[in-house]
């Protein structure tokens, strides 16, 4: 009854650009931390970016830092992942997660073990 849904993954080339969403239904988003994650064949996930509750604080990897937002639409409850200057090593599953306790505030990089609910996931792929 739950859910996360993602979309607008696909193909693109090094150096262009993906806007991710992460729309939620039976909840409402702004009350709970929310996490991006990717995993890619043979590694462990990792996790990207998270926008916490309340203060609307955002963090995010080393790794993208500088090339991705993540941002929150309450409206639409929906959050999204913009990913400019995209690179090959960006190609992933990219998953979207909840945070249930609303006192657990990130304080970085989100951690996977720390959210409850997911969505599917949807491929980037960054290729020439």
């Known amino acids: 009854q739950l859910q996360l849904v993602e979309s607008g993954g696909g193909l693109v080339q090094p150096g262009g650009s993906l806007r991710l969403s992460c729309a939620a239904s039976g909840f409402t988003l702004d009350d709970y931390t929310i996490g991006w994650f990717r995993q890619a064949p043979g590694k462990e996930r990792e996790g990207v970016s998270c926008?916490?509750?309340?203060?609307?604080?955002?963090y995010y990897a080393d790794s993208v830092q500088g090339r991705f937002t993540i941002s929150r639409d309450n409206a639409k409850n929906t959050v999204y992942l913009q990913m400019n200057s995209l690179k090959p090593e960006d190609t992933a599953v990219y998953s979207c997660?909840?945070?249930?306790?609303?006192?657990?505030?990130?304080?970085?990089?989100?951690?996977?073990?720390?959210?409850?609910?997911w969505g599917q996931g949807t491929q980037v792929t960054v290729s020439s």
């Open positions: 997660a909840a945070q249930w306790d609303p006192f657990a505030l990130a304080t970085g990089e989100p951690k996977a073990d720390e959210y409850n609910t």
């Open positions: 926008i916490n509750s309340g203060d609307g604080s955002t």
